[in-house]
Every structure is written in C-alpha cells, then in structure tokens.
C-alpha cells in the first residue's frame, strides 16, 4: 500500500502564497503520474496541476495557470505545489493522488492512491 500525506495547507490572505507538499510512503512506491486535486463544499472535485513522475513534464488547470507551480523530489518521494496570488475561489480541500498508469491526468478516477487531504483557506 502507498500512503500520501499532504501538509502546508492554511490561512492566507487574498493575493498571497502558500506551497503544499505532498509525501509519497510505503512499500515498493512507483508512480506515472502524481495530481493535486481540489473540492470546495458542494461542489465536484476539481483536477489542479499534474506531473510526469519520472520526466517532470507538467500540465495545470486554465484556473490555475501562471498563479500554481508544480514540481517534484523523486528522491524524497514527495510532490509540491507552490501557490501564488491565491483568490478567494481557490479555497478548498487539497488532495494529492498518484497515477501508476498513464491515465488521463484530469480525471480523478484514473489515479490510485490518495492523500487525505488539505485545507488551504484564502481570505479576502
């Protein structure tokens, strides 16, 4: 079994950063593709950013371009996301997943594992 743990979620003002990580664990963990998702109460879970685990080629969300960054540390098994000029919309539970086959990296259901969960809160 793959453990996730996500950590770095908060407070923070409209306008400011915050970077979340994401740190993979358990036996034998292989990864093709690790996502961060978001869902805010009543509504869908929404698809974030995503990273090719071993190549590190990147696709974002069209909310999210050019404010989020995503990246990786394959050797501390661990996935970030560095969040710039948050909005007040982008308050939400912010769940990292992993994807051990080439699935389509905006489709919640095409990833394996999953972390519980951050909550990133931006005031306004």
């Known amino acids: 079994q793959v453990q996730l743990v996500e950590s770095g979620g908060g407070l923070v003002q409209a306008g400011g950063s915050l970077r979340l990580s994401c740190a993979a664990s358990?036996?034998?963990?292989?990864?093709?593709?690790m996502g961060w998702f978001r869902q805010a109460p009543g509504k869908e879970r929404e698809f974030v950013a995503a990273?090719?685990?071993?190549?590190?080629?990147?696709h974002c969300a069209d909310a999210v371009k050019g404010r989020f960054t995503i990246s990786r540390d394959n050797a501390k098994n661990t996935v970030y996301l560095e969040m710039n000029s948050l909005k007040p919309e982008d308050t939400a539970v912010y769940c990292c997943?992993?994807?051990?086959?080439?699935?389509?990296?905006?489709?919640?259901?095409?990833?394996?594992?999953w972390g519980q969960g951050t909550q990133v809160t931006v005031s306004s």
């Open positions: 990273i090719n685990w071993s190549f590190g080629n990147t």
């Open positions: 358990g036996r034998a963990f292989s990864a093709y593709v």
């Open positions: 997943a992993a994807s051990v086959t080439s699935a389509r990296w905006t489709i919640g259901a095409s990833y394996d594992y």
